[in-house]
């Protein structure tokens, strides 16, 4: 994934087979991110006994830490960052 806004999708482990999957989206210069809002969703696309997550966002010099500890059906909205 690599769009208008620079952002680019570097990992995509949809099958992780036991292991930690991960998703890393990047932006090599926020100059070219879009001001307002950004929200970040979490989407279990497959049942695959799931039992929750953790979600780790750097943005800035922040980094924010999220844990959801029930089955994930469906979007969960787990944060909005300003920019």
Avoid at 23 to 33: A, G, P, Q, V, Y
Avoid at 36 to 61: L, P, T, V
Wanted: hydrophobic share 30%; net charge positive; aromatic share 12%.
């Amino acid at each position: 994934m690599s769009g208008r806004c620079g952002a680019n999708l570097d990992v995509d482990n949809t099958k992780p087979k036991g292991k930690l999957a991960v998703e890393n989206i990047t932006w090599k210069k926020t100059s070219k991110m879009m001001k307002g809002d950004y929200k970040i969703w979490i989407n279990q696309y497959a049942a695959r006994n799931s039992k929750g997550f953790q979600a780790e966002i750097e943005f800035g010099d922040e980094t924010y830490n999220y844990s959801y500890e029930q089955p994930v059906r469906n979007n969960v909205n787990v944060a909005t960052i300003h920019f």
